[in-house]
Every structure is written in structure tokens, then in C-alpha cells.
């Protein structure tokens, strides 16, 4: 915990991106869907995304938040579970950081909910 407050000593500008339905985001890999099968008396049916229930969900949900900002955490990122912050020393710097951070989740296809999205408190 104080490594994680030391990264954020200068910082006076933080936005917190919640990320919406998280594993739901995450594709099972083909030809892994096999190994999702939930069976009910209507029929067997498989995961096309990662369910919330899978032992390793988190694990897998959180290297690719890692894999997704390697570049940024520790500079003004940081992820826990389900949410990203951005944090800077400036509001201009921060609006710079925020669009390298959307920009990124544009890119890989993953969506954070609006009505948990609070941006540039002091």
C-alpha cells in the first residue's frame, strides 16, 4: 500500500474508469469453449466469453489489464480488479493521459460504464 500511495505523491488529478461487466469483456480463446459447458435439462451450452464463476477469471481479467496498460501502469495507471486510475500532476497532463488511456481501451474492444466514470477530481 505505500508503494501505491508513493506512486501517487505528486498527483492532484485522478479519474476512475469502472469497467462494465469486466469478464464478459474477456472472449474464451477458440476451441476453449468446449471446457465451459454448463448442462441444464434444456440442453448443454458453452461460454463464448468468460463467466463470472470460473476459478481463474480474476487472474486472466487482470493480466490482460496488465498486457492492456504495461506501458502506462506505474507512470499515471493504475488497475484493481474491475477499475483503471488515471492520475497526474496537471489537468492538462491528465486530459493527455485520459486519451492515451481510452484510445487503448477503444483499441482492444473494452467498454467502461459512464455512470461509474468519474473524471478529473481533485
Not at 480463446?29 to 441444464?40: I, M, Q, S
Not at 501502469?73 to 486519451?99: A, G, M, P
Not at 459512464?114 to 478529473?120: G, I, M, N, Q, V
Request: negative net charge; aromatic residues 16%.
Amino acid at each position: 500500500m505505500a508503494d501505491l500511495f508513493d506512486k501517487l505523491g505528486g498527483a492532484t488529478t485522478f479519474t476512475k474508469i469502472y469497467l462494465k461487466t469486466c469478464y464478459w469483456q474477456v472472449r474464451i480463446a477458440e476451441g476453449d469453449e468446449h471446457k465451459t459447458t454448463c448442462e441444464t435439462r434444456y440442453g448443454s451450452y458453452d461460454f463464448l466469453v468468460m463467466p463470472f464463476g470460473l476459478t481463474n477469471a480474476p487472474a486472466i481479467f487482470f493480466t490482460l489489464m496488465n498486457q492492456v496498460f504495461q506501458e502506462y501502469i506505474d507512470e499515471f495507471v493504475v488497475v484493481y480488479l474491475d477499475y483503471i486510475v488515471v492520475y497526474s500532476q496537471t489537468l492538462e497532463e491528465h486530459l493527455v493521459h485520459l486519451q492515451k488511456v481510452l484510445a487503448r481501451l477503444r483499441e482492444h474492444e473494452l467498454y467502461a460504464k459512464l455512470s461509474k466514470f468519474s473524471f478529473a477530481q481533485k
